[in-house]
């Protein structure tokens, strides 16, 4: 990946973005495929995390007679970081991959020089309207995934402690500022904006051959994950920053 | 549109207006807990030291969270003015002559403003500036702390000498030491026991023999606790035995100059009771006289075997025998 080239990308998705014709039909065609088929996946993943966070966390606070603490230390765990974290991960493998090989043997098989012989604008409909999908649907899912994760942190608390699901979800709450929240749904943006350039920047610029698909379906994946580790760096020095 | 794409656009409407939802109860809630969206109004306060209050933290009324700190400026040199916001169905609570502090939710809790609600009739008003005072913070605890652990270092250190030193030598060394101590203690609160026993028996039996005494009313004690009349029989005998223990003292000394008399050798009965020449001579007198008498009697005897005598003896004889029939 060259930097240059790398920004020209940016920026003409940018300009393409918001120039008709408007994708919306595959817009939100990509959009479904990207949330709502990922929900399951994530809601899994999350309510999994959630509960084993609950239970790795709750023998440190158990030694600093801390037990009550354990909702408030799992909703900022989960609400700051572990929520947004996983979801752009686990978009990154499943999203990321799909996209990077879907559009690279789309490059193989000459199917965006079609396209564009047939007067159809292929980055538009490739490419736009997949970052607008990621970018617009990794927060949602990041939403749904803190939810589930909560959900499986009140199981985990409920089985231990017996907790209330009114009691564990004022202490949460109680944890929580605005700015968490806020900071739950920015950061996404950008993961979900990083995934989706990566992804199709590593399809659309394929090598024409068989192993272009396999290289730029790997390269879409890690660069992704990479991307989403960074972002998240620069997020918490920034909304750290932000905090009294 | 398709049947197929209208069934995705609104599913993935579904999908999405959800997760718009849960964002908007997640803000309204963290809203609600932060009292963005309740009826409040504005409380100050002006502290020397705030012990680390930040916007944010929560303010306590009776133990109940009514309200958040709102601001926190430094106003001089040595005043910090916090601001902040009370939930306004509990402004009736908290009076004209409430009371702020700064407190700990817990040991490593958070920093918050604990407001102790006042008895003035008159409800606070808005931006009104209430009372501080200072409550124990973390660190005067630990202070304290550290400083009851050196004493208890201190006390530690000294009774171990003390128990060194008891160990040696001593009643204390030898009770601790001495292994037939124990079951002597033992035996003698046994012993303890038995007399307690025993003179719970005993104060029963006293109680008992006093109640029967207090109802016998023609009794001796009772008449002597209760009859008032007597007490004048009583000290009428009193002052006989006085009288008489006074004269039979006078009867003892006049006794004991007699006896002091006849101790003396001078008189009579002094060299009769004490000069044993005189009783050696009364001793063979004595004999004689014996003697005496028993060579009378065979004179006597002899006398009446007389043919002088005899008649007259004869005579007598049978008037005795007469006599006696």
């Known amino acids: ?244 | 549109m398709k049947r197929e794409e209208v069934r995705r656009n609104t599913r993935l409407g579904i999908f999405v207006i959800t997760g718009i939802l849960l964002f908007l109860f997640a803000i309204f809630y963290v809203g609600s807990e932060q009292s963005l969206f309740n009826a409040n109004f504005p409380l100050r306060a002006n502290f020397v030291d705030v012990n680390g209050l930040q916007k944010g933290n929560n303010v306590w009324l009776s133990g109940v969270k009514v309200g958040t700190v709102r601001e926190v400026n430094i106003i001089d040199n040595s005043m910090v003015q916090i601001e902040m916001r009370i939930d306004q169905k509990l402004r009736q609570f908290i009076k004209e002559d409430a009371l702020a502090s700064i407190s700990s939710e817990g040991f490593v809790g958070n920093t918050i403003v604990v407001i102790e609600p006042g008895s003035s009739p008159q409800a606070v008003a808005d931006n009104a500036i209430i009372r501080t005072g200072q409550q124990t913070s973390t660190q005067d605890m630990m202070n304290a702390l550290q400083t009851t652990a050196e004493n208890i270092t201190n006390i530690t250190h000294e009774l171990r000498q003390i128990m060194q030193e008891a160990g040696k030598e001593g009643t204390l060394g030898s009770l601790l030491t001495d292994t037939t101590l124990g079951p002597e203690i033992k035996l003698t609160i046994d012993n303890i026991q038995t007399t307690g026993r025993r003179s719970a028996v005993l104060t029963s039996d006293v109680i008992q023999m006093l109640t029967q005494l207090k109802n016998n009313e023609s009794g001796v004690v009772n008449t002597l606790l209760t009859d008032t009349s007597f007490s004048r029989t009583y000290e009428e005998t009193l002052a006989n035995i006085k009288t008489a223990g006074e004269q039979a003292a006078a009867a003892s000394a006049e006794l004991t100059a007699l006896v002091e008399k006849i101790d003396n050798q001078k008189n009579a009965m002094g060299v009769v009771l004490n000069d044993t020449a005189f009783a050696n001579n009364i001793q063979k007198t004595a004999d004689q006289l014996s003697e005496g008498v028993a060579k009378f009697n065979e004179n006597m005897e002899a006398a009446q075997h007389n043919f002088l005598l005899r008649r007259y003896f004869k005579k007598k004889k049978r008037q005795e025998e007469k006599e006696n029939n």
Request: glycine share 6%; charged share 10%; hydrophobic share 50%.
């Open chain 1, 1 to 244: 990946m060259r930097v240059a080239h790398v920004y020209q990308f940016i920026l003409r998705i940018f300009k393409e973005t918001f120039s008709s014709p408007f994708e919306t039909e595959e817009t939100l065609n990509q959009c479904y495929l990207q949330g709502n088929r990922t929900l399951l996946l994530i809601g899994f993943t999350s309510f999994l995390a959630g509960i084993v966070f609950t239970r790795q966390s709750r023998p440190s606070l158990i030694e600093f007679g801390a037990e009550s603490w354990l909702p408030s230390l799992v909703s900022i765990a989960i609400v700051r970081g572990l929520g947004p974290l996983i979801t752009a991960l686990i978009c990154s493998g499943k999203l990321g991959s799909s996209m990077g090989a879907e559009l690279s043997s789309m490059k193989v098989t000459e199917q965006i020089d079609a396209m564009e012989a047939s007067g159809t604008n292929p980055f538009k409909y490739l490419v736009v309207t997949r970052v607008i999908a990621t970018t617009v649907m990794v927060p949602v899912l990041v939403i749904y995934a803190d939810a589930v994760a909560l959900m499986g942190s009140y199981v985990a608390v409920h089985y231990y402690s017996q907790t209330t699901f009114k009691l564990f979800f004022t202490q949460a709450f109680q944890a929580l500022s605005f700015l968490d929240i806020f900071s739950s749904i920015i950061k996404p943006v950008f993961f979900g904006f990083a995934i989706g350039v990566v992804s199709t920047y590593a399809g659309y610029n394929a090598p024409r051959a068989t192993v272009g698909v396999g290289k730029s379906a790997n390269r879409s994946v890690v660069i992704s994950m990479v991307c989403v580790f960074i972002i998240d760096f620069l997020a918490v020095q920034i909304f750290g920053s932000l905090r009294p």
